[in-house]
């Protein structure tokens, strides 16, 4: 099962492992992609995530969530 998140206020390289690293804390979370200049996150899944807390984990990292899908 994967996810794409399309994140907003991303701009370097440390950006991406923050995200990157916020994502994979989450119980659930196998593997995180992230691409800077596509504004948005692959993450795929062990079992089901909600939406709700991908949000959480990457707006409390600092950055904007535009769409989850
Ligand atoms: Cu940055």
Same mark, same amino acid.
């Given at each position: 099962? #994967? @996810? +794409?998140?399309? *994140?907003?206020?991303?701009?370097?390289? !440390?950006?991406?492992? !923050? *995200?990157?690293? &916020?994502? #994979?804390?989450?119980?659930?979370? @196998?593997?995180? +992609?992230?691409? $800077?200049?596509? #504004? &948005? =996150?692959?993450?795929?899944? =062990? !079992?089901?995530? &909600?939406?709700?807390? $991908? #949000? =959480?984990? *990457?707006?409390? =990292?600092?950055?904007?969530? @535009?769409?989850?899908?």
């Amino acid at each position: 099962m #994967k @996810k +794409k998140i399309t *994140i907003e206020g991303m701009t370097c390289g !440390h950006c991406v492992m !923050h *995200i990157e690293e &916020a994502l #994979k804390g989450i119980c659930g979370v @196998k593997s995180v +992609k992230v691409d $800077l200049e596509g #504004k &948005a =996150a692959t993450v795929e899944l =062990a !079992h089901e995530v &909600a939406d709700e807390k $991908l #949000k =959480a984990a *990457i707006e409390e =990292a600092g950055y904007e969530v @535009k769409h989850v899908e």
